[in-house]
């Protein structure tokens, strides 16, 4: 399984930015100034549904996350929990990275604008090295049938460097790969939802021939499992099977 985009060391802080006039969270953080003063810029942007502020002494990332099921995920690996409805802080911000799942990384010092684009590469994601997020991609729905025997991996992504990595993934293990293609419904016997939008979907014809088998093959992965009752005429559906690639 891929591993986690959410990359970061342990958290020593972390920072809520959705509320109007709150600090920015920065490792150099300064006294508030007094009310007499000049207002200061915006210390965060619109509020995403959740973000996740983390700090350590070598580095500042704040994520921005604008799908439920990707803040789900986010939850149990943000160091501190993820905050809702707020805005990772303006204040320091130099990068920026579009995560093919469609959420945001914001870099900061300590690290450089290099280092932070050399994340993004890494992450497949669409770099900008500004305060500004890189607009997604047109959102496309990838398939590999044939990877794993008797079944099809399927995934959502919002930018071109992954469909791209994953049209070379495909190929690498043998399956047959699409683009805006999804995996066939009609014969499955279960799904597995992995993190990231990534669904397994079994057929009859898998490696995996009982239940329990693919529930522990997609629980190990951390995704969860779900049986399905295939429909009546599925036996006699004109639909071939996923190929397997040997």
């Known amino acids: ?15 809520a930015c959705g509320d109007k006039g709150a600090g920015s969270g920065s490792a150099s953080a300064q006294a508030a100034p007094p009310a007499s003063a000049s ?9 995403a549904l959740a973000i996740c502020d983390t700090q350590t002494t070598d580095e500042h990332a704040c994520f921005e996350f604008s799908d439920e099921e990707i803040v789900a995920e986010r939850a149990r690996v943000c160091p501190g929990g993820v ?3 707020a805005a990772c802080p303006v204040t320091d911000r130099i990068a920026a990275c579009r995560l093919p799942d469609g959420s945001v990384r914001y870099g900061y010092p300590p690290r450089t604008v290099l280092q932070h684009e050399k994340h993004c590469r890494e992450a497949k994601g ?3 090295p500004s305060a500004d997020a890189p607009p997604p991609d047109r959102k496309v729905v990838l398939s590999c049938r044939g990877k794993l025997k008797g079944a099809c991996e399927e995934e959502e992504t919002y930018t071109l460097q992954r469909l791209n990595q994953a049209n070379e993934d495909c190929a690498t293990f043998g399956g047959l790969f699409a683009s805006g293609d999804p995996c066939p419904r009609d ?5 597995c939802d992995l993190e990231g939008k990534r669904t397994i979907v079994f057929y009859p014809e898998g490696e995996l021939e009982e239940p329990s088998e693919r529930q522990t093959f997609c629980e190990e992965r951390r ?3 779900v049986e399905l009752t295939p429909a009546p005429s599925a036996s006699a559906s004109p639909s071939a099977p996923p190929p397997s690639r040997e």
């Open 39 to 47: 207002a200061p810029a915006p210390a965060s942007g619109p509020k």
């Open 223 to 225: 995704g969860k499992y």
């Open 83 to 85: 905050v809702r409805d």
């Open 187 to 191: 014969r499955a016997i279960s799904t």
């Open 126 to 128: 669409k770099f900008s």
């Open 1 to 15: 399984m891929r591993r986690p985009i959410l990359l970061v060391g342990s958290c020593l802080l972390l920072v």
